[in-house]
């Protein structure tokens, strides 16, 4: 098959194609929904410290692995937090940074240090999948596998930040790689229970994962039925199997979240509860009281799982397409001596996990944000690595050049490198890649160009004395700025409170707004529409040709706009 010198090889160079697209100015953005876990995460360090176990829950996710990243950054960065007595800030307002400033901390160094442990910890994973998969395939397919997933722009822009997506995804890609190898390769235990264990993980992150116990169930149903027998010990060796596996992702859930420790039932009611409720009733139980199973209802019938695959194709590579159809070749390929039974089995895994995932976001009530499905993301990258290794083992079987070493591995890093080269346009804001055939990026106005908006205020003389009022300026904004940030909150619009408005805007230096969200917010045109011909911003921020941003000076703001808004 190959020299033990190849894998080992090939893992150093996945590392070093890997890991600086995951580090490199990472501390370039803030996303919208960054400070809620920035908060709710030193809440729970402190929840810790003073063990106040029964409030280390925030969120039906749960995201505990995220609140655990935010507690790592905590440690690291500002320790003495636990001993300052404060109790717990509102994860919608901006006490905490203040705070933090009179202390001498930024919350961007918090954030910084949390994201570096959430990517070390995505980095080990990729490397441990790699592990397992290149048990189950050719080496070189492995290989194009895992760097193929961890570099593809939507992935990466997500796993970059303070994110659950990013994480989910790998524990739900180890998880099914570890049932995969015990199944396939080896019948140790220690590949169940990682399996079991990355599972637990990914149920820590976001209860969504639950479709993998559907998955490592079947797989474990037919392994039994391809082995023909039935008889009693089978079935209680694959049950008993089964019970391991779920007792050990039991045993992390329990382990890692305190609050499991003194009010489980509150915990996993308000993990569960809430996440039915918001999957089938459209809230939270704090909004729908209770479950009420007579009244659940799916979302448009296909509508949601058509989006959820068109914002897919939009924001794919060219690499990932042409990989799924090399992939779609092994299907009806009758070569086994490249491609063994695992190679089939796992991608017909693959491809279930990734649809089910787009299938229970697509059909559920609640929001459609299309990071809900980077796990599908990752899974079809990982099938389209299995199909250009597939290439290149045909390529390799008929031309016997192509087999020299340096070709292979300069295929490989060149393959690796194009993924990479595609997003680098969209970065550090990865994410809003979209291919060239799109119209429109499947995920934008999330934060991004905010910080460029606070580097260009930043730049100002007086620039820690200046009073900026931000629309979504929470962190995106404020955690850049020296000076200070009144946030220009959108339930002022949706609500019609001019009066508010107009008194935060009198009051404020600059003014900062956010027009890349005029179609998804159209509330917001109640402020566009007043300010459009009367006043012209004194500068607008463009990405990739879009507008984002405008900065208006207050100062150059006439009468008539205000006296517009109050009219209204």
Request: glycine share 8%.
């Amino acid at each position: 098959m190959t020299s033990k010198r190849n894998p080992i090889l090939l893992f150093i160079l996945l590392l070093a194609l890997i890991v600086p697209s995951h580090l490199i100015a990472n501390d370039r953005t803030v996303t919208v929904d960054e400070p809620w876990w920035v908060i709710s995460g030193s809440n729970y360090y402190y929840a810790l410290t003073h063990r106040d176990f029964a409030d280390t829950i925030y969120d039906y996710h749960p995201a505990v692995t995220t609140t655990w990243m935010v507690t790592a950054g905590m440690v690291s960065y500002f320790p003495e937090y636990r001993g300052f007595g404060l109790e717990y800030f509102d994860v919608r307002k901006p006490n905490f940074e203040e705070f933090l400033r009179e202390n001498c901390k930024e919350a961007l160094g918090l954030l910084r240090n949390s994201r570096l442990f959430q990517s070390a910890l995505i980095l080990a994973l990729a490397a441990l999948c790699f592990f397992l998969l290149q048990k189950l395939i050719d080496y070189r397919m492995a290989f194009l596998s895992i760097t193929l997933a961890m570099t593809a722009p939507f992935f990466l822009g997500h796993a970059r930040l303070l994110n659950h997506e990013g994480m989910l995804s790998i524990f739900v890609l180890t998880s099914f790689l570890g049932m995969q190898v015990y199944i396939n390769k080896e019948r140790k235990s220690i590949y169940l229970l990682i399996s079991g264990a990355a599972f637990g993980l990914a149920q820590l992150t976001k209860s969504s994962s639950i479709v993998v116990l559907g998955v490592v169930g079947l797989m474990l149903l037919i392994d039994l039925i391809k082995n023909k027998n039935f008889s009693v010990n089978a079935v209680l060796s694959v049950a008993g199997n089964f019970a391991l596996w779920l007792a050990t992702a039991a045993l992390i859930y329990f382990i890692l979240w305190p609050g499991m420790w003194v009010a489980p039932l509150k915990m996993l009611e308000g993990v569960y509860g809430n996440a039915f409720s918001y999957a089938f009733q459209g809230a939270r139980l704090d909004v729908t009281e209770e479950l009420q199973p007579a009244s659940f209802s799916l979302s448009n019938g296909f509508e949601g799982i058509l989006l959820y695959l068109k914002n897919w194709v939009t924001s794919t590579t060219f690499v990932t397409w042409l990989g799924l159809i090399f992939a779609s070749f092994i299907v009806f390929s009758k070569d086994k001596e490249r491609l063994p039974a695992p190679v089939k089995s796992t991608l017909g895994y693959l491809f279930l996990i990734g649809g089910l995932f787009i299938v229970l976001f697509g059909i559920a009530q609640g929001r459609n944000s299309q990071h809900y499905i980077l796990s599908s993301y990752v899974c079809f990258d990982v099938m389209a690595g299995i199909g250009w290794g597939y290439v290149l083992m045909l390529a390799q079987g008929r031309w016997a050049g192509l087999r020299q070493k340096a070709f292979e591995i300069g295929f490989l890093a060149l393959l690796t490198i194009t993924q990479i080269g595609i997003g680098l346009p969209y970065a550090p804001y990865y994410f809003t890649y979209k291919n060239p055939f799109a119209s429109q990026a499947a995920t934008y106005g999330y934060g991004e160009g905010l910080a460029e908006a606070s580097d260009y205020l930043s730049a100002k003389p007086n620039a820690q004395e200046l009073r900026v009022y931000a629309y979504n300026g929470m962190g995106t904004f404020s955690f850049f700025f020296p000076g200070e940030t009144v946030v220009f909150k959108r339930v002022h619009l949706i609500e019609e409170d001019f009066i508010t408005i107009t008194d935060e805007l009198r009051n404020s230096d600059y003014l900062v707004l956010y027009p890349i969200v005029r179609e998804k917010q159209p509330e917001t045109e109640k402020i566009f529409r007043v300010l459009e011909g009367v006043v012209e911003p004194e500068k607008v921020i463009s990405i990739n040709g879009l507008e984002y941003i405008r900065i208006y000076a207050v100062a150059e703001i006439p009468e008539s706009v205000f006296e517009s808004l109050l009219g209204k």
